[in-house]
């Protein structure tokens, strides 16, 4: 169970556009559609922000979004907020029925 | 709304077990449409995910922790626990319990967190 790789920290400006990866393996993120996403503030208990790759749960902003293609999901935020800046977490669902997490990726607004 | 409560000893020492409850409130352990997990968090680090158990008693384990770790279910109490033993500083944490949707294998509802810290 290799956790998956996502970049330390991603920053935009208000308004921008930002993309995280999140890389599996065959293993996890490439043979099943259930990638889910978490933002994390300081203190605070993870969020989810989308589930089965790109779902988002009531409440969530349609600013985000999610995609997959082969190993890799991707978290999208559009329209970048300063209520946007916090860590954001991937994981997948693997094989054996368990699951596995990304290192987290911190993202900076400008 | 669904209301999970993490309760426990916040100091544990080294090579003892390290045991926790999560009181789900606003729902039940015994529906079947659920798994319940327990997730941890170093201090400054990334989540790991630990184990889950179903209503039924089926448990399943992070390879990692798989030795040291057992997780049950009190569906009288609308509850379920961590026992980790033999536990070491590698092991503290911030410990958090969630539920699991079975069939799209994601955390939707999560408690506080419950910091402990393994130390003599």
Known sequence: QS???QPASVSGSPGQSITISCTGTSSDVGSYNLVSWYQQ?????????????????S???????GSKSGNTASLTISGLQAEDEAD????????GNTFVFGPGTKVTVL | QV???????????????????????????????YYWSWIRQPPGKGLEWIGYIYHSGSTNYNLSLKSRVSISIDTSKNQFSLKLRSVTAADTAVYYCARDRDTGGYFDF???????????
């Open chain 1, 59 to 65: 409440g969530v902003s349609n600013r985000f979004s």
């Open chain 2, 3 to 33: 209301q999970l409560q993490e309760s426990g000893p916040g100091l544990v020492k080294p090579s003892e077990t390290l045991s926790l409850t999560c009181t789900v409130s606003g729902g039940s352990v015994r529906s079947g449409a």
């Open chain 2, 110 to 120: 999560w408690g506080q967190g419950n910091l402990v810290t393994v130390s003599s």
């Open chain 1, 41 to 57: 503030h300081p203190g605070k208990a993870p969020k989810l922000m989308i589930y089965e790759g790109s779902k988002r749960p």
């Open chain 1, 88 to 95: 954001y977490y991937c994981c997948s669902y693997a094989t």
């Open chain 1, 3 to 5: 956790a998956l790789t």
